[in-house]
């Protein structure tokens, strides 16, 4: 099992990043998916949250900002970032998980600074 995301980067407050997280060796559409991220010293929370009926939720902070999104067909869930903010500097991390198994991403970093 695979889960690579990629996307991450330096951008400034109020821009805009788009993470991807493409898997490998599960079956994509019956997983939930999550964006998880660790700032510094702080402790790893949900970010966002797709279900594989398609139901969402997200982190309080992030709503209206942050958009995921799954491709069942390129077995690919998506993370869109506006307005981005200092504080959502981060390690972004992918979940898959169902049932039967919990799989990780090797995590890509989001730094939002001026």
């Known amino acids: 099992v695979q889960l690579q995301a990629s996307g991450g980067g330096l951008v400034q407050p109020g821009g805009s990043l788009r993470l991807s997280c493409a898997t490998s060796g599960i079956i994509f559409s019956i997983h939930a998916m999550g964006w998880y991220r660790r700032a510094p010293g702080k402790q790893r929370e949900l970010v966002a949250h797709i279900s594989s009926g398609g139901g969402l939720n997200y982190l309080e902070s992030v709503k209206g900002r942050f958009t995921v999104s799954r491709d069942n067909a390129k077995n690919t869930v998506y993370l869109q970032m506006n307005s981005l903010k200092p504080e959502d500097t981060a390690v972004y991390y992918c979940?898959?998980?169902?049932?039967?198994?919990?799989?990780w991403g090797q995590g890509t970093q989001v730094t939002v600074s001026s």
């Open positions: 979940n898959a998980h169902n049932l039967m198994g919990d799989y």
